[in-house]
């Protein structure tokens, strides 16, 4: 078999360039190489620094979104007895859980329909308005729902930041208060 012939491996280069391959756009073969090498630069070239930034965007919204979930199971005790309804506390966690696995799988599709930045957005922005609204909750009710509604923007939110949310959490509830949190 010759050397042409072989079937690709992990090492082998998935696209060959062969002199008797390249065809010109007339139909002639063009058997002949340019004589000085095109000057490629990519259009989308980022550099370092605006990297850096994006990536540190993302990373601090996804790290919010984990931490949000895990503080808040610290918090269910004080809440519960501000509102004068430690029964109904446990609807805090579940509201924000289960729109939060409601609504997970659909940012695939949004990210596709959207775009990544879209659903990014889309995503700060129900985080966002629903952490606002939590701060803001006159009643159990109002704060059962405002936790729903920033779960819809943690579903795409949700990853790191877990582990430190339980003691952030009771740290900020010591110093501040839960409004704060």
């Known amino acids: ?6 079937p690709p491996s992990e090492t082998s280069p998935l696209l060959r360039s062969t002199a008797h391959s390249i065809i010109s756009y007339d139909g002639e073969d063009d058997l ?12 989308n ?10 990536l540190a965007g993302l990373w601090s919204a996804v790290f919010l979104g984990a931490l949000d979930g895990t503080i808040v199971a ?8 501000y509102f004068n309804e430690s029964n109904r ?18 940012y695939g599709r949004l ?11 889309l995503a700060l922005s129900l985080f966002g308005v629903g952490t606002l609204l939590c701060g803001l909750a006159p009643s159990m009710d109002s ?20 582990g430190l949310g339980g003691p952030l959490g009771g740290w900020m509830n010591d110093s501040f208060g839960w ?3």
Do not use: E, N
């Not at 002949?32 to 259009?43: A, E, H, L």
């Not at 506390?89 to 659909?106: A, E, Q, W």
């Not at 990210?111 to 957005?121: H, P, T, V, W």
């Open 111 to 121: 990210s596709d329909i959207l775009g990544r930045k879209g659903a990014m957005l």
């Open 1 to 6: 078999m010759s050397q042409s012939h072989l």
């Open 179 to 181: 409004c704060v949190s």
């Open 45 to 54: 070239k980022v550099s370092k620094t605006d990297l850096a930034w994006v």
């Open 143 to 162: 704060l059962i729902a405002a936790r729903a509604i920033a779960g819809m923007g943690g579903g795409g939110l949700f990853g790191l930041g877990a």
């Open 74 to 81: 610290t918090l269910l005790a004080p809440i519960g007895s």
């Open 32 to 43: 002949t190489s340019p004589s000085s090498p095109v000057d490629f630069t990519p259009f």
């Open 89 to 106: 506390s446990s609807y805090i966690g579940t509201s924000y859980l289960l729109s939060v696995c409601c609504f997970t799988p659909l």
